[in-house]
């Protein structure tokens, strides 16, 4: 496909549904691979897999996943490359990026048509709150481990030390909540981060537990702020706390408020591992009783 642009996502703004004209079908081992000019469908990215794929329908057709696609715009040929083929980032120059809808191998769909996507709400909703929790979570964690350390480093996005973004091994986003694992090792402890301040981890997790009540409590505003509406367009999540603008770049799907939310609570575990220690935080989000 020449020139292909970028999928137009609707996702950002909130959209459950969009109608879209079908570009590509590609046929892959878990199916038949449909490209639209827009979609409302959240892909999951094959570099940093931390939110899964929507559900929904395409056309009734149930989805089976989404996937991030991507078209290197130098070669002949335009072929979209997917999963571990692809050599960039998302939101690479010079690439194109696209949602690959998996259907039934069979499914009936052609290019040239126009369809209309549904996307699971309920769950959605989930992956949202889980979304958010991480965020703040992790946000509560670094602002918790502040004093652990003796050298300057970049900071979050709320000024303290950035030790979830040096640190973090993986983040998986679930229904209503998150599992990230970091890994403390010689190159933190380099940075001047004292492994001894995980000694005490139950001091370490109610004084997050405690500043993550104090920001929900605040029920503060949530939006996306976006670069353009292409997939891989830069998108940042901003959580209008009292004390300033949280800002952290994002490319989920999240919830437009922290009044959604009756409670985000942490719990740490540590592990020792070869080199170091691997901690887990699992994040649980409760949503607020709905009027
Ligand atoms: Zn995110």
């Not at 056309?59 to 997917?82: M, N, S």
């Not at 979050?156 to 979830?164: E, K, V």
């Not at 940075?191 to 537990?209: C, H, K, M, P, T």
Request: charge should be negative; include cysteine; proline fraction near 5%.
């Amino acid at each position: 496909m020449p020139h292909q642009p970028d999928t137009i996502v609707e996702y950002p703004a909130g959209a459950l549904s969009s109608r879209g004209t079908v570009l590509a079908t590609l046929p892959l081992p878990e199916g038949l691979g449909v490209v639209l000019d827009r979609t409302a469908v959240h892909a999951v990215d094959a570099g940093w897999p931390d939110q899964p794929a929507d559900r929904g329908l395409l056309a009734a057709h149930p989805i089976r996943d989404a996937i991030v696609g991507a078209i290197d715009g130098a070669a002949d040929g335009g072929d979209i490359l997917i999963g571990r083929d692809i050599p960039v980032r998302t939101g690479a120059d010079g690439w194109s990026f696209v949602v690959v809808h998996v259907l039934d191998p069979d499914a009936a769909v052609q290019v040239g048509d126009d369809v209309e996507v549904t996307v699971d709400a309920r769950y959605r909703r989930a992956l949202s709150a889980g979304h958010t929790a991480c965020h703040l979570a992790s946000l509560a964690l670094d602002a918790a481990l502040a004093a652990a350390w003796t050298k300057e480093v970049p900071a979050d996005a709320l000024g303290a030390p950035g030790f979830d973004a040096l640190a973090c091994a993986s983040s998986r986003i679930h229904e209503f909540g998150s599992t990230d694992v970091y890994r403390v090792g010689k190159s933190l402890r380099k940075r001047g981060f004292d492994a001894a301040s995980l000694d005490q981890l139950d001091a370490v997790e109610d004084a997050a537990n405690a500043r993550l009540a104090e920001w929900v409590a605040t029920g503060a505003g949530i939006r996306i702020d976006r670069d353009g509406d292409g997939l891989g367009d830069r998108r940042r999540w901003v959580c209008e706390l009292p004390g300033g603008d949280a800002v952290i770049p994002c490319g989920g799907t999240h919830l437009t408020s922290l009044g959604e939310l009756a409670a985000v609570r942490v719990e740490l575990a540590r592990e020792d591992v070869e080199g170091g220690i691997a901690l887990t935080m699992t994040t649980t989000a409760t949503p607020a009783a709905q009027a």
